[in-house]
Nanobody
Framework: QVQLAESGGGLVQAGGSLRLSCVTSGITFRLKTMGWYRQAPGKQRELVAD???????NYADSVKGRFTISRDNPKNTVYLQMNSLKPEDTAVYYCRTPGFLRDSAYWGQGTQVTVSS
């Protein structure tokens, strides 16, 4: 059974930092692209950052230079270090990996990040 479990969200003031973690099981983690997505109230879910099995990274323009995605293969965990947080970063953050079937995906349950001004 595939499981993705996010943690590390919370309430932080603007300019602060948080580190999100996503622990996975049931997948061959080292072979998988992992992504962080977010969904703010009333908005569509959007890609924040992803990292391939080779370690190549990709970021949304809105977070470049502030967020860093990384992975620890022995721990089956992907991280999102978020610095210089802004109120507009407030959202539920989800971990995602492609599924075994075409166009499918596995998602975590999400972790709330709230940035106060």
């Amino acid at each position: 059974q595939v499981q993705l479990a996010e943690s590390g969200g919370g309430l932080v003031q603007a300019g602060g930092s948080l580190r999100l973690s996503c622990v996975t099981s049931g997948i061959t983690f080292r072979l998988k692209t992992m992504g962080w997505y977010r969904q703010a109230p009333g908005k569509q879910r959007e890609l924040v950052a992803d990292i391939t099995s080779a370690g190549s990274t990709n970021y949304a323009d809105s977070v470049k230079g502030r967020f860093t995605i990384s992975r620890d293969n022995p721990k089956n965990t992907v991280y999102l270090q978020m610095n210089s947080l802004k109120p507009e970063d407030t959202a539920v953050y989800y971990c995602r990996t492609p599924g075994f079937l075409r166009d499918s995906a596995y998602w975590g349950q999400g972790t709330q990040v709230t940035v106060s001004s």
